[in-house]
């Protein structure tokens, strides 16, 4: 296998919001080649005058039921060898067994943290209540141990969990006091499982400026840049480049600072 160019790692390594502790390893089919065209499934239809709800429902419910038809089907696309004392990463297409398509009804009400984190100094749990909307980003899920991380690339989007799983569990450093928000969508959504505390909302995913500045001069008859091939082969699998997909949420709860406001108490008690 090829080493990962070290200008490539940031889009990588990066941890999923919801990668799982659970050290939970499969029987793995490996390949010295990587998958060919074969590989590639083409994206849902999206006419462009449907909703940004409707897209949703249909992007995520379409490759929810194609993810969760890989579970249990991996092939090694790449290795980095931590060292004595690093983490030694494994890339796979496909998606672990434990993976499988879930409904919001029987999921409930859902959480995503955002740990504190900011926006061009706006924090992102205010830009999530005001905008009614989640997003995708550079990340894809991880099951991360002491020694080892398994990279799933094809399994990105927006990371959930439920508000009754503890955030010490997560990977993301998370206190009690950090900034969440709970919320339910429409239920046709498409979800995956992934493992405890684990969930996904399959969405495009969000890729660097300027490794898609790089891939469209590919594309256009320039020449491969070096290390390139294994992140442009993840871009054409996923169909080229793809527009970024919200997601749109209603609000139930939120935590800012440690305070929570109740913004939706009758979707406390029944949230679907």
Same mark, same amino acid.
């Given at each position: 296998?090829?080493?990962?160019?070290?200008?490539?790692?940031?889009?990588?390594?990066?941890?999923?919001?919801?990668?799982?502790?659970?050290?939970?390893?499969?029987?793995?089919?490996?390949s010295a080649a990587l998958p060919g065209p074969s590989a590639l499934v083409p994206?849902?239809?999206?006419?462009?005058?449907?909703?940004a709800a409707d897209r949703a429902v249909a992007?995520?419910?379409?490759?929810?039921?194609?993810?969760?038809?890989?579970a249990g089907k991996l092939t090694q696309i790449n290795?980095? $060898?931590?060292?004595?004392?690093?983490?030694?990463?494994?890339?796979?297409?496909g998606a672990p067994a434990p993976v499988r398509q879930v409904t919001p009804a029987r999921t409930g009400v859902m959480r995503h943290w955002t740990s504190n984190a900011q926006a061009n100094g706006v924090p992102v749990v205010d830009l999530i209540v005001k905008s009614g909307l989640l997003r995708a980003g550079p990340r894809v899920y991880i099951v991360p141990v002491s020694h080892r991380a398994d990279y799933y690339q094809d399994l990105h989007g927006v990371f959930f969990t439920t508000p009754d799983f503890p955030?010490?569990?997560?990977?993301?450093?998370?206190?009690?006091?950090?900034?969440?928000?709970?919320?339910?969508? $429409?239920?046709?959504?498409?979800?995956?499982?992934?493992?405890?505390?684990?969930?996904?909302?399959?969405?495009?995913?969000?890729i660097q400026q300027w490794i898609a500045d790089e891939y469209r001069k590919w594309k256009a008859g320039g020449p491969l840049p070096s290390g390139m091939e294994l992140a442009f082969k993840g871009i054409d699998r996923e169909g080229?480049?793809?527009?970024?997909?919200?997601?749109?949420?209603?609000?139930?709860?939120?935590q800012k600072n440690g305070r929570v406001t109740v913004l939706r108490p009758d979707l406390l008690a029944k949230p679907y």
């Open positions: 296998m090829k080493y990962l160019n070290s200008r490539l790692l940031p889009l990588l390594l990066a941890f999923s919001p919801a990668a799982s502790a659970a050290p939970a390893y499969e029987t793995l089919e490996t994206p849902a239809p999206a006419p462009e005058n449907r909703s992007y995520t419910a379409y490759h929810a039921k194609r993810l969760a038809d890989m290795f980095v $060898d931590g060292g004595m004392n690093g983490q030694d990463q494994f890339y796979f297409w955030a010490g569990q997560l990977w993301m450093g998370l206190q009690q006091d950090s900034d969440y928000v709970d919320f339910t969508v $429409d239920p046709g959504m498409g979800a995956l499982y992934l493992a405890p505390g684990n969930y996904l909302f399959p969405c495009p995913m969000k080229g480049l793809q527009d970024a997909l919200d997601i749109p949420i209603t609000v139930v709860r939120y």
